[in-house]
Structures are given as structure tokens and as C-alpha cells.
Nanobody, 125 residues
């Protein structure tokens, strides 16, 4: 059974950094696109970043471009989201997803069919 497990969330001050991890098990995810989404209280889940496992192409939301980085470790079947210069508006539950979107749909939540349980990130001002 395919499973994604996120970790690395926590509480950090504005301007700080966190690294989230998403570990996959139970399936062959090497051909997938992996993505991070986030959902703040009272808001819809939004796209943050994605990486194509095979080619390493990366995609970012404008709100995090230049501050966040996404990477993968094939030996660990894990994707990372390095978050720097965090702002209070980055506070949300962060979810990892895996799917096979085409480029035009890579930012859509319904392009991904495996999801983790989420990890809370709180940025204090």
C-alpha cells in the first residue's frame, strides 16, 4: 500500500527556516511528480512547489519563489522542502502529494492521488 509520510514541521520565528520531508513507501514513486501543498485555517489548499522525479524539474508558487527549495533523494525515496525566510503567512498544514500531472495541471490539487497526513508549520511574528 502506497504511503506518504511528512515530517519536519514545527514552530519557528519569522525569518527562520525549516526543512520538511516526505518519505514514500509501499510503491514505485520514481516516475511520479511530487508536490507540496499547504492549507491555512479557513482557506483552500494551495500549491507550494513540485518536482518531477525523473528530470528534476521544479515548480514554485510565486509566493515562495526565491525562499523555498525542493529536492529529492532517490536512495531514500524522499522529497524535501527547504523553507527559508519564513513569514507568518506561511503558517499552514503542509501536505505532500504524488501524481502524474502534465505541466499545465501541475499546480492543481486534483492532479495528485497519493497524499500524506500533513505536518503543521507555524511561523510567529
Amino acid at each position: 500500500q502506497e504511503q506518504l509520510v511528512e515530517s519536519g514541521g514545527g514552530v519557528v520565528q519569522s525569518g527562520g527556516s525549516l526543512r520538511l520531508s516526505c518519505a514514500a513507501s509501499g510503491g514505485a514513486f520514481s516516475g511520479y511528480t511530487w508536490a507540496w501543498f499547504r492549507q491555512a485555517p479557513g482557506k483552500e489548499r494551495e500549491f507550494v512547489s513540485a518536482i518531477r522525479w525523473m528530470h528534476g524539474s521544479t515548480y514554485f508558487a510565486d509566493s515562495v519563489k526565491g525562499r523555498f527549495a525542493i529536492s529529492r533523494d532517490s536512495s531514500k525515496n524522499t522529497v524535501y522542502l527547504q523553507m527559508n525566510s519564513l513569514k507568518p503567512e506561511d503558517t499552514a498544514v503542509y501536505y505532500c502529494g504524488a501524481g502524474r500531472p502534465i505541466t499545465s495541471t501541475i499546480r492543481r490539487e486534483n492532479s495528485y492521488y497519493y497524499w500524506g497526513q500533513g505536518t503543521q508549520v507555524t511561523v510567529s511574528s
